[in-house]
């Protein structure tokens, strides 16, 4: 009997669809049609942009997170077999569909945690896109991927970086990673230039075009800590194993150096899709029309070390990986709210690592925490950072 060529195809969940990651993935799977389709969409709150993904892809399900939103989508897919339910709780029912194949966790911070849980232990292989939730809690993350013999496939260009890199090595053993940063808008300043910079600012970011949050997190470099932490677990590495080197070009997106002094390094245009795809496809690279990479366009590569005396943010996230525990939550949950607050206008560019800071230095340290001590160290340090902002907003406002 002859199998049915829709039936080889890998059926996704997208977890974030309408984000700047969901969005690209559905790029990728509009071009590699007849590789993949579309089983699950999820949105938060763009319930407009998740109605017309729906009615693009045609997929199994959708689930808009903001119940208030559930209406506008029910009714405008109402007319297909589009199932459609609501709330945080039915992706993660959602999420262990046995027409799933594989599902690519793209929602943003510690919201991505609980539908990930609920992912692997459905067996379900992992496309991360939320390096949060690795941050948060890697090792019950680790923990139950090796429990439910899950595989986590890296997205974020770094960590495919390192990924791709260290195929074919088998068991040789690593010396020590390298993951490149762009420097963000404000590579080489110094304080005095920070002073002045708006929300605008932060958010032109010379190379990728990304969402708000992480964005900002690449301006203060705090996305370049959030990774080592992330690099940590996928790569199980030791702190002092994972440095970070300026990379203003973005084309050599991070490197591996062995034991034996030998360095590899995945190069490519910073595009997402790439790493999208390599993914959704392991292990096969699937041939694409993204633009090429052409040295006589680059002919400098240059590199830099990282600032973290005027970028304290990639200090703090590096002190959290080496203290390990719960700080890493301590400094994600803290830093999700500070970030929000400066989007807000609440807070100045230099004055948010001192409000994660003390959020670090005020939250209980919990060594060995469970995943219930997580859900409560998230949920004390929002409450904090938020009255800190409040308490001192008349501070905040004004640089260092």
């Known amino acids: 009997m002859q199998s049915n060529k829709k039936d080889l195809k890998k059926k996704i969940a997208i977890l974030g669809s309408t984000g700047s990651i969901g969005c690209q993935a559905l ?54 077999d589009i199932k459609v339910f609501t709330g945080i709780e039915a992706i993660e029912q959602v999420v262990a569909s046995e027409t799933i194949n594989i599902v690519l966790t793209a929602m943003v911070g510690f919201s991505g945690l609980k539908p990930t849980i609920a992912a692997i232990q459905a067996g379900k292989s992992i496309a991360l896109a939320n390096k949060e939730t690795l941050v ?14 899950v595989k986590i496939y890296p997205v974020d260009s770094e960590h495919s970086a390192i990924y ?43 190379n990728w075009d990304m969402g708000a949050k992480i964005t900002i997190d690449s301006a203060s470099l705090m996305n370049k800590g959030l ?16 440095d970070v080197i300026v990379h203003p070009q973005s084309i050599i997106h991070s490197i591996v150096q062995f034991t034996d002094g030998s360095m590899k390094a995945q190069m490519g245009l910073p595009d997402m899709k790439l790493p999208i795809q390599y993914a959704l ?9 993204f633009k090429r990479f052409d040295f006589v366009d ?26 390990g525990g ?16 400066f989007l807000d206008e609440k807070i100045s560019f230099l004055n948010m690592p001192n409000a994660i800071e003390e959020c670090m230095q005020e939250i209980e340290f919990i060594a060995k925490p469970t995943l219930e001590d997580y859900f409560n160290t998230d949920k004390l340090t929002r409450t904090m950072a938020t009255k800190i902002v409040e308490a001192k907003k008349d501070v905040f406002l004004h640089q260092n």
């Open 326 to 341: 719960n700080m890493p939550c301590i400094l994600n949950a803290a830093n999700e709210v500070i970030v929000q607050a």
């Open 281 to 289: 496809a392991y292990p096969q690279r699937l041939k694409n029309e």
């Open 27 to 80: 790029e990728v799977i509009t071009e590699q049609s007849e590789q993949f389709e579309v089983e699950v969409l999820t949105a938060n709150n763009n319930a407009e942009l998740l109605i017309e993904q729906a009615l693009k892809y045609k997929p199994n399900t959708v689930v808009i997170c903001n119940e208030e939103k559930y209406n506008t989508v029910f009714s405008k897919l109402s007319s297909t």
């Open 164 to 206: 791709q890199c260290l195929q074919g090595e088998f068991q040789n053993p690593i010396e020590k990673i390298i993951l490149t940063a762009s420097g963000g808008p404000f590579r080489g300043k110094d304080k005095s230039f920070l002073k002045d910079i708006s929300v605008k600012d932060a958010l032109n970011h010379p």
């Open 136 to 149: 948060v809690a890697g090792n019950i993350i680790t923990e139950l991927a090796i429990k439910h013999n």
């Open 298 to 323: 680059y002919p400098n590569l240059t590199f830099e070390k990282a600032d973290s005396e005027v970028f304290k943010n990639l200090e703090l996230a590096k002190q959290a990986m080496i203290k």
């Open 227 to 242: 990774e080592m932490i992330e690099a940590k677990w996928l790569f199980n590495l030791k702190p002092e194993q994972i």
